[in-house]
């Protein structure tokens, strides 16, 4: 079995890139929006799977090993297969993914890519109590750790996601902002909307 590879980055492509590691060359899947911490050229350090099929051996590549052993997890859940589950993996932080799933938080789960209401009731079932070492590894509070308990945050994060956001993205302007008490959901999403554009504009 590979389990991590660390080499010189050559190709991308859709979904993949090409790891160059002591002149053999390594065609490695990765999450959606991965591919920028990775630009050609540069070294990469990756923790990998390798799902052996039929038609062949396939790797997939990820960040920290976190994010690779919630991957393998969400391999168990009926339903979810390594291409679902490497965009789950793109879509929001290991530690929101964790969260959810223990607090039984169908709706956020349902925000992520080709995860309706059964799959999300699946990944609770299935899951619940499969997740605790990643759950004392990982910083139980989240990255809305700051947020008042009785803020309105899945209604924010439902509505940058209806934007075209991804969770990972909605959740990074809400911890980022600065928020009043009492601020309403529009507010909220108008102050997150701001961060996203300015973060969007550092980056042209």
């Not at 999450?31 to 099929?53: K, M, S």
């Not at 991957?71 to 291409?83: A, W």
Request: net charge negative.
């Amino acid at each position: 079995m590979i389990a991590f590879l660390r080499g010189l980055v050559v190709h991308h492509g859709p979904g993949f890139l090409d790891l160059d590691v002591h002149d053999v060359g390594y065609r490695v899947h990765v999450a959606d929006g991965a591919l920028a911490q990775y630009p050609i050229g540069a070294q990469a350090y990756l923790y990998t799977y390798q799902h052996v099929r039929e038609d062949g051996i396939v790797l997939y590549g990820f960040a920290t090993a976190e994010e690779r052993t919630l991957f393998e997890r969400l391999l168990v859940v009926s339903g979810i297969g390594p291409r679902l589950a490497l965009q789950i993996i793109g879509a929001a932080s290991v530690p929101s993914l964790v969260a959810a799933v223990q607090s039984e938080d169908t709706s956020y789960l349902c925000t992520l890519p080709g995860i309706g209401k059964k799959t999300a009731q699946r990944m609770v079932l299935d899951l619940k109590d499969k997740l605790a070492d990643l759950a004392l590894i990982l910083p139980m509070a989240t990255e809305l750790s700051n947020v008042p308990e009785n803020d309105n945050v899945d209604d924010v994060i439902a509505t940058l996601v209806a934007l075209g956001y991804r969770p990972r993205e909605a959740e990074q302007a809400i911890a980022a902002i600065e928020r009043r008490p009492g601020e309403t959901v529009e507010d909220t999403v108008k102050t997150a909307l701001a961060w996203l554009y300015a973060q969007q504009s550092s980056r042209v």
